[in-house]
């Protein structure tokens, strides 16, 4: 990546789900290094600073870069940017009602550095949304995936095969964001939701499609392919 790609990166535009923390932040920092200054008060000046490194972190963690989906049919792109933890034959989650025949699950992991906005594996219509709640353990354990408070989402291909993603929270996650309702359709790689700060999500393959990825690799949510539907 260039130099001006990495900044253009770095800095694009947060996330509609920072402005709270942008504005808390914000505030805090002008206010306290005003008081700080006005009263020599080096506590306050100290609590400008935080609120500022605070606000610089909210930018960064927040970002929200433009991707582009590759335009080829038929693929099953990557649901977030991250970490492939584990690849395995797994049952889906009950709660999509997607049956027990075991389907290849792609899990990635998002640490706190990662772009935290979720996109659509694939294009078709939101079928099923389910949301369990659970613990908050690391999201990168295999246990996370059954255990950790999470929000399946089920999607239904045009020719009737069935695609899960699961927005899993982690250690220090503890909002999960979808904000897409059953029956809606979107297109591969459109944004459907976000978590904070530091969490995991999981996609299920339909039966037959073999992952195209493995452990350890890099995820570009969005634009990596991780499998192909007519292979």
Same mark, same amino acid.
């Given at each position: 990546?260039? *130099? ?8 694009? @535009? ?6 709270? $923390?942008?504005?808390?932040? !914000? ?7 005003? *008081?700080?200054?006005? $009263? ?11 609120? !500022? ?13 433009? @991707? +582009? ?5 038929? *693929? ?22 997607? !049956? ?7 899990? +990635?992991?998002? #640490? ?21 709640? %659970? ?18 989402? #089920? ?33 591969? %790689?459109?944004? $459907?939701?976000?978590?904070? $700060?530091?969490?995991? +999500? ?18 570009? %949510? %969005?634009? +990596? ?7």
């Amino acid at each position: 990546m260039s *130099l001006l790609g990495s900044l253009k990166f770095v800095l694009s @535009r947060p996330h509609r789900e920072a402005y709270p $923390f942008l504005g808390a932040s !914000g505030a805090v920092t002008v206010a306290a290094r005003y *008081l700080g200054w006005r $009263f020599k008060c080096p506590v306050l000046r100290a609590a400008g600073t935080a609120g !500022g490194l605070f606000f610089g972190f909210c930018l960064y963690f927040f970002r929200d870069p433009e @991707r +582009t989906a590759p335009a080829r049919e038929g *693929l099953v792109l990557a649901p977030a940017d991250g970490r492939i933890v584990s690849i395995e034959k797994i049952a889906p989650p009950v709660e999509l009602g997607m !049956g027990e025949t075991p389907v290849w699950r792609v899990a +990635t992991f998002l #640490s706190v550095l990662d772009v935290h906005v979720n996109r659509m594996p694939v294009a078709g219509t939101v079928t099923r949304i389910a949301y369990h709640e %659970g613990k908050f353990l690391n999201a990168s354990l295999d246990k996370a995936s059954t255990d950790n408070e999470r929000n399946a989402m #089920s999607i239904t291909l045009p020719d009737g095969r069935m695609v899960a993603v699961v927005q899993i929270a982690g250690l220090i996650a503890r909002r999960i964001v979808c904000s897409v309702k059953a029956g809606e359709r979107l297109e591969a %790689g459109e944004r $459907f939701g976000l978590i904070r $700060f530091g969490s995991r +999500t999981d996609v299920y393959l339909p039966p037959g499609v073999e992952p195209l990825v493995q452990v350890g690799q890099t995820m570009i %949510g %969005g634009e +990596t392919v991780v499998a192909k539907l007519d292979a």
